[in-house]
Each structure stands twice: as structure tokens, then as C-alpha cells.
């Protein structure tokens, strides 16, 4: 099976599986003959911009971020890189404080990226609150904020 076909079998199983192990990728792949390394997995996720997104088990997906959703996702990821300062949360909503000046383009830049957890955003210069939809455990979210702090 060459690289096209397999991403495009990836892609497709990661819109009817809910799969968060790329173990269970190769399993997949094997039942369907195909012989893929682990690490031949891992970089076709990469490639296609694959995310892991909490499940509401405490667990793990990948999700398909939608095309336009990886450029803001990639401006956020580097917004937070360089002014997070730390993070406060109670019931369903989240407190971010940024460097000043970084408030209103991170709380955008959230608005953008269309997060399916979060209701809304509210912002002033140093400090962004992240109001999360009803029944959203905040551990989730905070879940995803770590993974955007990751380098």
C-alpha cells in the first residue's frame, strides 16, 4: 500500500473509530494485510495534522481538525508557547493569564480554532477566561491547554 492510500485509509478510520493508541492503528492495518511500523504511523499523523482530543471516558482520541482549523491551531499553539504565565479553573470555566498584550489574540485565536468544548471567550490585555459548554469536565480542557504548551 503506498504513503497516499494509507494516509487517505488513516483519515478514514479516524472519522469512524475512536482511536487514541497508534498501536491500534497497525492492529487495523494488519487486519487489512498491510504490513506499517508504529513509526511509519506516527509520521503519517503528523502529516496529516492529526490531534489527540479528550474523550468524555478520560481518554484519548485522534480527531481530523478541520482544514482551516490548523493554521489557527498552529498560530494558538505559538501564542500560548510565548505568553502563557499560568492557568486557574473552577466549573466549567478556565483563566489564563498571558503576557500583556497577548489577551485578546489568544482569546481569538481560540474563538478561531472552534474548540467543540468551548462556549465562548472573554479577554483583556493580560488575562483570557474560557467559558466551556455545559456538561464539558474542565479537566478536559485543561487537558488540551497542556497539550498547546508542549514544544
Given at each position: 500500500?503506498?504513503?497516499?492510500?494509507?494516509?487517505?485509509?488513516?483519515?478514514?478510520?479516524?472519522?469512524?473509530?475512536?482511536?487514541?493508541?497508534?498501536?491500534?492503528?497497525v492492529a487495523y492495518?494488519?487486519?487489512?494485510?498491510?504490513?506499517?511500523?508504529?513509526?511509519?504511523?506516527?509520521?503519517?499523523?503528523?502529516?496529516?495534522?492529526?490531534?489527540?482530543?479528550?474523550?468524555?471516558?478520560?481518554?484519548?482520541?485522534?480527531?481530523?481538525?478541520?482544514?482551516?482549523?490548523?493554521?489557527?491551531?498552529?498560530?494558538?499553539?505559538?501564542?500560548?508557547?510565548?505568553?502563557?504565565?499560568?492557568?486557574?479553573?473552577?466549573?466549567?470555566?478556565?483563566?489564563?493569564?498571558?503576557?500583556?498584550?497577548?489577551?485578546?489574540?489568544?482569546?481569538?485565536?481560540?474563538?478561531?480554532?472552534?474548540?467543540?468544548?468551548?462556549?465562548?471567550?472573554l479577554s483583556d490585555?493580560?488575562?483570557?477566561?474560557?467559558?466551556l459548554k455545559e456538561?464539558?469536565?474542565?479537566?478536559?480542557?485543561?487537558?488540551?491547554?497542556?497539550?498547546?504548551?508542549?514544544?
Amino acid at each position: 500500500m503506498n504513503k497516499k492510500i494509507r494516509q487517505k485509509n488513516l483519515m478514514a478510520l479516524i472519522q469512524n473509530q475512536q482511536l487514541g493508541r497508534q498501536e491500534d492503528i497497525v492492529a487495523y492495518f494488519e487486519t487489512l494485510g498491510e504490513s506499517v511500523t508504529q513509526a511509519t504511523i506516527s509520521r503519517d499523523i503528523n502529516e496529516l495534522g492529526l490531534i489527540k482530543v479528550p474523550t468524555s471516558y478520560g481518554s484519548f482520541q485522534y480527531h481530523l481538525p478541520k482544514q482551516d482549523d490548523r493554521p489557527h491551531l498552529q498560530r494558538l499553539k505559538k501564542a500560548m508557547q510565548q505568553s502563557f504565565l499560568s492557568q486557574r479553573s473552577q466549573r466549567g470555566q478556565i483563566m489564563i493569564k498571558v503576557q500583556p498584550g497577548n489577551g485578546q489574540l489568544v482569546a481569538n485565536l481560540f474563538e478561531q480554532v472552534n474548540f467543540p468544548e468551548v462556549f465562548g471567550t472573554l479577554s483583556d490585555d493580560g488575562t483570557v477566561l474560557v467559558l466551556l459548554k455545559e456538561g464539558v469536565a474542565t479537566l478536559q480542557m485543561t487537558n488540551i491547554i497542556q497539550k498547546l504548551l508542549e514544544k
